[in-house]
T-cell receptor
Framework: QKEVEQDPGPLSVPEGAIVSLNCTYS??????FMWYRQYSRKGPELLMY????GNKEDGRFTAQVDKSSKYISLFIRDSQPSDSATYLC???????????????FGQGTILTVHP | DAGVIQSPRHEVTEMGQEVTLRCKPI?????LFWYRQTMMRGLELLIY????????DSGMPEDRFSAKMPNASFSTLKIQPSEPRDSAVYFC???FGRGNTGELFFGEGSRLTVL
């Protein structure tokens, strides 16, 4: 079983829809949770990060972490064609020490928002 | 800033040949990471450096893979001899280690095809 599971999709939605992307994980030691966005033929770029449980909102994007269920989500409101990309969840144990930067990524969900 | 710069962007080679991928991290970043991305396995961490010193190479698949960082502005990932199963996109990423949760800045990747 992988440490981080993410449905690869693909997911296709009409413009303006609410998109829900999810990941589950098995290792309770993860403390930092991130969502990266990857456009075709590009490297991933950080979209949002949260520490421990809770919600974080940034414009049309909301990230949720439920550590008790080992489940994280990314919601995109009023989705736009420019949101079409692969969305990868990522997690790490802690910010410092030898575990620093060792992100474990999900497989990525391919999202297409059509006009 | 120009971001993380990788070369070559595309490489097609024959089985048994040596492949060298290059990376220039963002100036001032003290962490450098090499990732590999495939459809089957997603993004996998191969090795990472802190202040030019390799910290964790447990993700390097086998002895055919080696990585060096001779100075703060340059790193290489070498595969010798290459095999078809090494075909993937190889990403270099860098980060500034202090005072943040470890956002990684990725290059645009080197797409390797081994025939």
């Amino acid at each position: 079983q992988k440490e981080v599971e993410q449905d690869p999709g693909p997911l296709s939605v009409p413009e303006g829809a609410i998109v829900s992307l999810n990941c589950t994980y098995s290792n309770s030691a993860f403390q930092y949770f991130m969502w990266y966005r990857q456009y075709s033929r590009k490297g991933p770029e950080l979209l949002m990060y949260t520490y421990s449980s809770g919600n974080k909102e940034d414009g049309r994007f909301t990230a949720q972490v439920d550590k008790s269920s080992k489940y994280i989500s990314l919601f995109i409101r009023d989705s736009q064609p420019s949101d079409s990309a692969t969305y990868l969840c990522a997690m790490s144990y802690r910010a410092g020490g030898t575990s620093y930067g060792k992100l474990t990524f999900g497989q990525g969900t391919i999202l297409t928002v059509h006009p | 800033d120009a971001g993380v710069i990788q070369s070559p962007r595309h490489e097609v080679t024959e089985m048994g040949q040596e492949v060298t991928l290059r990376c220039k991290p963002i100036s001032g970043h003290d962490y450098l990471f090499w990732y590999r991305q495939t459809m089957m396995r997603g993004l996998e961490l191969l090795i990472y450096f802190n202040n030019n010193v390799p910290i964790d190479d447990s993700g390097m698949p086998e002895d055919r893979f080696s990585a060096k960082m001779p100075n703060a502005s340059f790193s290489t990932l070498k595969i010798q001899p290459s095999e078809p199963r090494d075909s993937a996109v190889y990403f270099c990423a860098s980060s500034f280690g202090r005072g943040n949760t470890g956002e990684l800045f990725f290059g645009e990747g080197s797409r390797l095809t081994v025939l």
